[in-house]
């Protein structure tokens, strides 16, 4: 237990700014996983149920009125709370393991450090309305106009247009870096970081070998 959370071991999160990566590190700790002839639950927040996608639409479409921070941190949670009860909790309970894009460590970033709202405010949220936190969270760590780089060669790619939080400036993105390495001395016994700066096979091999020396941590 930690701060009132539960911590539930087969629970890996993701974290990291704009570009660092994320999606990848998700495939490879799924395959991982899957080799080992276990069962996987890939998901992501916000969204990851229909209804909390529905809410990551209201999110992060720019076309919306631009959303008030405590509005965004209420929404983020709103979500949450739908996707740890209908996706994340099942799974767990029937021995799965979850492999999650994003989970409650964001929401300390961006709404927290990043948008200037209370940290004490946050942690009730998470306390109340999601209950747990990860076994494992791998933060990728990369520097603001490294991700700049990245998001902008997807974005001409033919990927989908910056989202509205994308389009925040760089300031916000150091901010929001920097409220993640906090989350990261601050927990030290969950959070590993890893340098994202290298090409993505070798931080998804990088990863891999985290989630390795964990689950031997687990035996």
């Known amino acids: ?4 959370l539960r911590r ?4 890996l999160t993701i974290e990291g700014g704009e570009g660092a990566g994320k999606s990848t590190v998700l495939r490879a700790l799924r395959d991982a996983l899957v ?8 998901t992501r927040e916000p969204g990851g149920t229909p209804l909390a996608e529905r809410i990551r639409g209201l999110l992060l479409d720019p076309s919306h009125e631009p959303a008030a921070p405590e509005t965004e941190l209420l929404l983020m949670f709103a979500a949450r709370a739908q996707h740890v009860r209908e996706v994340v909790l099942p799974a767990l309970d029937r021995g799965a393991w979850v492999v999650s894009d ?21 942690a009730e949220l998470e306390r109340r309305v999601v ?13 603001v ?13 033919g990927g989908a247009g910056p989202d509205r ?28 970081v890893i340098d994202a700066s290298p090409a993505a096979e070798a931080v998804a091999a990088a990863t891999v070998a985290a989630l390795a020396r964990y689950r031997a941590g687990l035996r």
């Open 131 to 143: 209950g747990i936190e990860p076994g494992l969270t791998l933060l990728l760590d990369l520097g």
């Open 102 to 122: 994003r989970f409650t460590d964001s929401s300390y970033a961006y709404q927290g450090h990043a948008r200037g709202l209370d940290q004490g405010f946050i």
């Open 8 to 11: 539930e071991s087969r629970l």
């Open 165 to 192: 939080i994308e389009r925040e400036r760089d300031d916000f993105f150091e901010r929001v870096r920097a409220g993640f390495l906090a989350r990261a001395r601050a927990h030290p016994d969950r959070v590993e």
């Open 145 to 157: 106009a490294h991700g700049r780089e990245r998001t902008r060669g997807r974005d001409l790619l």
């Open 35 to 42: 080799a080992d002839g276990l069962e996987v639950v890939s």
């Open 1 to 4: 237990m930690s701060g009132g």
